[in-house]
C-alpha cells in the first residue's frame, strides 16, 4: 500500500485530532466529513471540562499542540462538593490524583479551534447517509450528501467513524447499540459571569438530590447545570423546565448559601435558554466485523459526564488511534483489519473501567440519593485510588516514530 487513503466523519474532538494528526503525513490521504456548517455545534453554546487524563495524553504526543489547547482554556485543579447550605462535603485538590491539571474551556472555543487545524481537508455540509464495502472487500464506500446531492465516493481503507453518540455509521454496520439510560436529565446554560466571584472553580452543591454546578470558562462567562432525577427512560417532563417548578426543586427547606442561591436564580432566569440532556451510557465497540471503520468518541462509547470523560476519552482515543497507524505506517505497511483490531484491544479495557466509574460516581444525583452519604464514601481511600486510575492512567504515545 503506498498511501493509506482515510475518511475521518465528523470533526468533533476525536476527529479533528486525528484528522489533524495523520493529514499532515506524507504516506496518508485523508478527507474529513462535517454535516453541519462551520459555525454550527449543538454543545456550542456550553462548556466543558476535559479531565487531566486527556491533557497528558495529547501532550505525550504533541506537547507543543496540548500547551496550545491549554492557553485557551482555564486550569482545572480543584473539585468541591457542599450542600446547598454551604456545609462542605468533599474537597479534592486534583494534584493528589493526577499528574498535571485538566482544563475547563467553552466548547465553541474548542470546536472553531481544532476545526480551524484541518480547514484545508475539512468538507463543511457534507453529510455521509450511508457506509458499504466496495466489492473486493478491501476498501469502503460512503454515501456523501453535498449541495443537495448524494453520490458514492469510494476507495477509502479506513474510515474513522466520530459522528457522534448517535452514530449512523455504527448503526448501519454494526445495528443500533443498546442504551442505558440513568434516570438524571441535566439543564446546562452558559451565562456572563456576573457573580463577582461566587463561582469559579469546579464546584457543586446538592440540594437533596438535585446536584447544582458551575465553573468559569474563558471569555468572563460561566457554565452552570443543575440535575434532576426522572424514571430511566422516560422523557424530560415539561413541567420540570418551568421556572417556577424548577425554582421550587432546586430551592432548600431552610439557609441556602449565597452560591447556591445565585445557581438557582441564573437557572431559573433563564429557563427558555437551557439545553436539557438525560445521562445515558451504550457499551463500547471500537471496529466494524470487517475491520476498516473505526468508531471513536462517543460514536464509540456514549458516557455519563460526571468524571469529565466525554471529550476527554475522545482525546485519548485520537492519541491511541494516531499512534497505532504511526507505527503501522513506519513499519512499511499497513494492514488495516489489525490496526484497528489493535487500536480496539488498546482502548477496550480502559473505557470500560471509565464508563462504569463514571456512572457509580452519578449516585448522589438518583432519586431519593443521600448527598451526605454518598460523598462520605468518595472520600474513601476505594474511591480516591479509582480516581487516580481514571485521571492518572492515560493513554499515552507509546512509541517514538517519525511523526
Not at 469559579?200 to 438535585?210: P, R, V
Not at 482515543?317 to 489489525?338: H, I, K, M, S
Amino acid at each position: 500500500m503506498s498511501r493509506l487513503h482515510v475518511a475521518v466523519v465528523g470533526s468533533g474532538v476525536a476527529g479533528s485530532l486525528i484528522a489533524k494528526a495523520l493529514g499532515e503525513r506524507d504516506d496518508v490521504e485523508l478527507t474529513s466529513f462535517e454535516r453541519v456548517a462551520s459555525t454550527e455545534q449543538a454543545d456550542s453554546g456550553t462548556g466543558l471540562n476535559v479531565g487531566p487524563n486527556g491533557i497528558k495524553s495529547l501532550a505525550s504526543l504533541d506537547p507543543a499542540f496540548a500547551e496550545r489547547i491549554n492557553a485557551l482554556s482555564l486550569p482545572w485543579r480543584r473539585w468541591t462538593v457542599a450542600l446547598a447550605d454551604g456545609q462542605s462535603l468533599f474537597d479534592l485538590d486534583l494534584a493528589t490524583v493526577a499528574d498535571n491539571a485538566g482544563i475547563r474551556i467553552r466548547w465553541s472555543s474548542l470546536y472553531g479551534f481544532l476545526r480551524g487545524l484541518v480547514a484545508d481537508r475539512l468538507r463543511f455540509q457534507c453529510e455521509v447517509h450511508a457506509v458499504r464495502y466496495a466489492s473486493d472487500g478491501r476498501t469502503v464506500e460512503l454515501e456523501v450528501e453535498e449541495d443537495g446531492r448524494r453520490r458514492w465516493r469510494g476507495g477509502y481503507d479506513l474510515v474513522v467513524a466520530a459522528d457522534g453518540r448517535y452514530s449512523r455509521l455504527r448503526e448501519q454496520l454494526a445495528g443500533r447499540p443498546t442504551v442505558r439510560q440513568m434516570g438524571v436529565a441535566l439543564a446546562r446554560l452558559l451565562v456572563p459571569d456576573d457573580s463577582h466571584g461566587l463561582i469559579d472553580e469546579y464546584a457543586q452543591w446538592y440540594s437533596g438530590h438535585h446536584r447544582l454546578f458551575g465553573y468559569r470558562v474563558p471569555g468572563a462567562h460561566l457554565y452552570l447545570t443543575a440535575s434532576f432525577p426522572l424514571v430511566p427512560g422516560a422523557p424530560v417532563p415539561e413541567e420540570i423546565k418551568q421556572p417556577a417548578e424548577m425554582r421550587k426543586a432546586l430551592t432548600p427547606p431552610g439557609r441556602q448559601c449565597d452560591e447556591a442561591a445565585y445557581l438557582i436564580y441564573k437557572l431559573c432566569t433563564h429557563a427558555a435558554d437551557l439545553h436539557w440532556a438525560r445521562n445515558q451510557e451504550a457499551d463500547p465497540l471500537f471496529r466494524d466485523a470487517g475491520g476498516r471503520v473505526l468508531f471513536v468518541g462517543d460514536a464509540a462509547h456514549p458516557m455519563v459526564p460526571t468524571l469529565g470523560q466525554g471529550a476527554t476519552s475522545a482525546m485519548e482515543d485520537a492519541v491511541a488511534a494516531v499512534d497505532e497507524t504511526r507505527a503501522a505506517l513506519a513499519a512499511g505497511g499497513v494492514d488495516v483489519p489489525a490496526l484497528t483490531q489493535a487500536i480496539a484491544a488498546r482502548r477496550g479495557p480502559r473505557v470500560q473501567f471509565v464508563q462504569r466509574f463514571s456512572w457509580d460516581a452519578s449516585a448522589p444525583m438518583l432519586a431519593g440519593a443521600d448527598p451526605v452519604a454518598t460523598h462520605a464514601a468518595m472520600r474513601e481511600p476505594a474511591f480516591v485510588a479509582a480516581l487516580t486510575r481514571v485521571y492518572r492512567d492515560a493513554d499515552v504515545a507509546r512509541r517514538t516514530v517519525t511523526p
